[in-house]
């Protein structure tokens, strides 16, 4: 298989904390991306990052990408309960096509 | 912009009968539609290309004469489930491509329960 692995699979935290996210692929990338699901629902893009790019900030979201190690990492600053949810990286291999392949996914927990 | 709208939301048959999932985008143009599988707290398994005025292209392991896709218009896709068994239970997202983008938009999902 193709897919990614993503680590924790599972992490709870408090609000205000930091949560990081990591993820490994296997095929050379075009870009990597990472989405957002809520429980139930479908996915929401939160952001992308290209071969090229080492790192990308979006509001409390920032992004780095080794491609000498095909691993990624999300970095979610000051939690809230609010982001409580299932995060996606999904790695783009064949150039612009829209054909991901999503990792297995970090479930993450915020308490109030 | 750049909304998906997938419908029904949920659906429950009984064993044998077919399901139709549609999958629109609202405000786009998409020629490109891709179907992915979930189960429980896994990832997403990409079933299926949808392409616009021809034929699906289906991942490996995928039987095309079970899940049929039409993609008719530029703004609708649908997947049908045929003789639904209760192994076909599951969660399908449908997701868009818009243009050139590099991101996809994706439908809220439908998951189907076969009894």
């Known amino acids: 298989s193709q897919q990614g692995e993503e680590d924790p699979q599972a992490l709870s935290i408090q609000e205000g904390e930091n949560a990081t996210m990591n993820c490994s692929y296997k095929t050379s990338i075009n870009n990597l991306q990472w989405y957002r699901q809520n429980s139930g629902r479908g996915l929401v893009h939160l952001i992308l990052i290209r071969s090229n790019e080492r790192e990308k900030h979006s509001g409390r979201l920032r992004v780095t990408l080794d491609t000498s190690k095909k691993s990624s990492s999300l970095l979610i600053t000051a939690s809230r309960a609010a982001d409580t949810a299932s995060y996606f990286c999904?790695?783009?291999?064949?150039?612009?096509?829209?054909?991901?392949?999503f990792g297995q996914g970090t479930t993450l927990q915020v308490k109030p | 912009g750049a909304v998906v709208s997938q419908h029904p939301s949920w659906v429950i048959c009984k064993s044998g009968t077919s399901v139709k999932i549609e999958c629109r985008s609202l405000d786009f143009q998409a020629t490109t539609m891709f179907w992915y599988r979930q189960f429980p707290k896994q990832s997403l398994m990409l079933m299926a290309t949808s392409n616009e005025g021809s034929k699906a292209t289906y991942e490996q392991g995928v039987e095309k004469d079970k899940f049929l896709i039409n993609h008719a218009s530029l703004t609708l896709s649908t997947l049908t489930v045929t003789s639904a068994h209760p192994e076909d239970s599951s969660f399908y997202i449908c997701s868009a491509k818009h243009g050139g983008g590099e991101k996809l938009f994706f439908g809220s999902g439908t998951q189907l329960s076969v009894l």
């Open positions: 999904a790695t783009d291999y064949s150039g612009n096509t829209g054909k991901l392949i």
